[in-house]
């Protein structure tokens, strides 16, 4: 079990050496957010996409119009950071609407690529590929028996295939800017074309845990992983902060959930929230947002959207999702808890000390107090890591194998986990297991165990609620 994870072929797991590290300044204005490309590329599409099959990556890379291997660094001006930009601080400030693909007479003059027929039209067609027997083949594939070729294309054909439709859609599902309220005035409601508000579930079916809260179409990563980490860290407080209201004799069943005021820009005055549980979701019952793993159940839709109606005090039941676009990870589970958050910058601690810090907040390999990091805007590191930039995670926990430290982590996406990296494959179970369900880092669900090292190297702050 727990012991046995511990020990394998290392010996005795290091006794705790006392304070681990002194907390750091917290960080001023904070804009982590990644939106979910299998969501973002699913909402572009207009359809549900088998991520299983070994093609639906070219199929992402394609609809968002971005290299995958540069899909998870800000400094591509990749589509997942719509609404940001990369500030010279190696961090994300917001971005101006015009700083997001502009909507150019390039893009209405984008050439038809009905008229290729042979590789030798594309010397003809205008898509800026001239020298046809000198362009490099990036990837090819034989499936179906039929050969499928992506080609290194010049620099100047992505500027030519700008997609016209597609900035459209990240502006109006993903950012504020085309619904953002004027100076002064507050926003009410915002109901995306195409999409309705209505029931989708039990708020609650079963216990809440870490993987349920799975990220959607807008880059607020910072507050699903933190929802991820009060879940499995304190899983009584998302029961406790919740209760039912009544709104006179309307039908609707009404909730109410507790927030709690804390020194960040995005906030609002400690308080209940008084909402349904009515969630957005498309003709097919589909959310564009937060979703919940366990079917039936939508407690992290509601909550995303109580948060978004608690920081922008909007007194409709259809709050605008997409103002949570980018905010501070750590804050946010004291947003959520009441707790007092505690923020550790990797720069100035050792790798034992970070490993040690999620050590004393930890009971059997578990944090007992709610834990989140998140990585630098941009890096030569994160180029084919899988490690995403600018996002945050839940830090679930830690493990000793073979010698080595490793931290606990959970992609609030659900799936991507670092590659090529000091990662440990194994089951982590806990001193109760009748309550707190095992870690298995197997397979791809977001969940991994980085060696302390490389999450020194790869992530900037690391935050705990206490």
Same mark, same amino acid.
């Given at each position: 079990?727990?012991?046995?994870?511990? =020990? !394998?072929?290392?010996?005795?797991?290091?006794?705790?050496?006392?304070? =681990?590290?002194?907390?750091?300044?917290?960080?001023?204005?904070?804009?982590?957010?990644?939106?979910?490309?299998?969501?973002?590329?699913?909402?572009?599409?207009? !359809?549900?996409? *088998?991520?299983?099959?070994?093609?639906?990556? +070219?199929?992402?890379?394609?609809?968002?119009?971005?290299?995958?291997?540069?899909?998870?660094?800000?400094?591509?001006?990749?589509?997942?950071?719509?609404?940001?930009?990369?500030?010279?601080?190696?961090?994300?400030?917001?971005?101006?609407?015009?700083?997001?693909? &502009?909507?150019?007479?390039?893009?209405?003059?984008?050439?038809?690529?009905?008229?290729?027929?042979?590789?030798?039209?594309?010397?003809?067609?205008?898509?800026?590929?001239?020298?046809?027997?000198?362009?490099?083949?990036?990837?090819?594939?034989?499936?179906?028996?039929?050969?499928?070729?992506?080609?290194?294309?010049?620099?100047?054909?992505?500027?030519?295939?700008?997609?016209?439709?597609?900035?459209?859609?990240?502006?109006?599902?993903?950012?504020?800017? !085309?619904?953002?309220?004027?100076?002064?005035?507050?926003?009410?409601?915002?109901?995306?074309?195409?999409?309705?508000?209505?029931?989708?579930?039990?708020?609650?079916?079963?216990?809440?845990?870490?993987?349920?809260?799975?990220?959607?179409?807008?880059?607020?990563?910072?507050?699903?992983?933190?929802?991820?980490?009060?879940?499995?860290?304190?899983?009584?407080?998302?029961?406790?902060?919740?209760?039912?209201?009544?709104?006179?004799?309307? !039908? *609707?069943?009404?909730?109410?959930?507790?927030?709690?005021?804390?020194?960040?820009?995005?906030?609002?005055?400690?308080?209940?929230?008084?909402? =349904?549980?009515?969630?957005?979701?498309?003709?097919?019952?589909?959310?564009?947002?937060?979703?919940?793993?366990?079917?039936?159940?939508?407690?992290?839709?509601?909550?995303?959207?109580?948060?978004?109606?608690?920081?922008?005090?909007?007194?409709?039941?259809?709050? *605008?999702?997409?103002?949570?676009?980018?905010?501070?990870?750590?804050?946010?589970?004291?947003?959520?808890?009441?707790?007092?958050?505690?923020?550790?910058?990797?720069?100035?601690?050792?790798?034992?000390?970070?490993?040690?810090?999620?050590?004393?907040?930890?009971?059997?390999?578990?944090?007992?107090?709610?834990?989140?990091?998140?990585?630098?805007?941009?890096?030569?590191?994160?180029?084919?890591?899988? #490690?995403?930039?600018?996002?945050?995670?839940?830090?679930?926990?830690? $493990?000793? +194998?073979?010698?080595?430290?490793?931290?606990?982590?959970?992609?609030?996406?659900?799936?991507?986990?670092?590659?090529?990296?000091?990662?440990?494959?194994?089951?982590?179970?806990?001193?109760?297991? &009748?309550?707190?369900?095992?870690?298995?880092?197997?397979?791809?669900?977001? #969940?991994?165990?980085?060696?302390?090292?490389?999450?020194?190297?790869?992530?900037?702050?690391? $935050?705990?609620?206490?």
């Amino acid at each position: 079990m727990a012991g046995k994870f511990s =020990t !394998q072929g290392s010996g005795d797991v290091p006794p705790p050496v006392g304070s =681990t590290g002194k907390p750091s300044t917290p960080p001023k204005n904070l804009y982590i957010g990644a939106i979910n490309p299998r969501v973002l590329t699913e909402i572009l599409l207009n !359809q549900k996409v *088998d991520w299983s099959d070994p093609e639906s990556t +070219n199929i992402m890379a394609s609809t968002l119009e971005t290299d995958y291997n540069e899909l998870f660094d800000m400094k591509f001006n990749s589509p997942i950071y719509a609404g940001l930009k990369l500030g010279d601080n190696n961090m994300a400030v917001p971005a101006k609407r015009d700083e997001i693909k &502009s909507m150019t007479t390039e893009d209405r003059l984008t050439p038809s690529l009905a008229a290729i027929k042979k590789i030798g039209d594309l010397k003809s067609v205008g898509v800026g590929v001239t020298d046809v027997d000198g362009t490099a083949v990036k990837q090819a594939s034989l499936r179906g028996g039929k050969l499928n070729l992506i080609v290194d294309a010049p620099e100047e054909l992505n500027k030519s295939m700008s997609n016209l439709s597609l900035t459209q859609k990240v502006l109006e599902l993903t950012t504020p800017f !085309q619904h953002k309220a004027k100076a002064g005035e507050k926003t009410v409601g915002y109901t995306p074309a195409g999409y309705t508000w209505r029931e989708t579930g039990q708020m609650l079916c079963h216990a809440t845990d870490y993987d349920d809260p799975v990220q959607g179409g807008v880059g607020d990563c910072w507050l699903i992983a933190a929802l991820a980490a009060v879940a499995w860290a304190d899983p009584y407080t998302i029961t406790k902060r919740t209760r039912q209201v009544s709104q006179g004799n309307e !039908q *609707d069943q009404w909730l109410g959930i507790q927030f709690y005021s804390q020194p960040t820009w995005r906030n609002a005055p400690t308080m209940m929230i008084d909402l =349904t549980d009515k969630t957005l979701v498309d003709n097919y019952g589909y959310s564009p947002y937060c979703n919940s793993s366990d079917a039936g159940e939508n407690w992290p839709q509601v909550y995303e959207k109580a948060f978004a109606k608690w920081t922008t005090q909007d007194p409709s039941d259809e709050p *605008d999702i997409t103002t949570l676009s980018g905010g501070d990870p750590g804050y946010a589970i004291a947003q959520l808890t009441g707790k007092t958050c505690y923020y550790y910058d990797t720069w100035s601690h050792t790798p034992d000390e970070l490993w040690g810090i999620v050590r004393e907040n930890s009971v059997a390999f578990k944090t007992l107090n709610p834990m989140t990091a998140w990585t630098y805007g941009s890096g030569d590191q994160y180029n084919g890591s899988n #490690v995403v930039a600018n996002h945050a995670y839940t830090i679930l926990g830690w $493990a000793w +194998n073979n010698g080595k430290m490793y931290i606990i982590l959970r992609n609030p996406w659900g799936y991507v986990e670092p590659t090529g990296l000091n990662t440990y494959q194994g089951i982590c179970t806990f001193f109760d297991t &009748s309550f707190w369900h095992y870690i298995d880092m197997v397979g791809n669900d977001g #969940v991994f165990a980085l060696e302390a090292s490389f999450f020194k190297l790869y992530y900037a702050y690391l $935050a705990v609620a206490k």
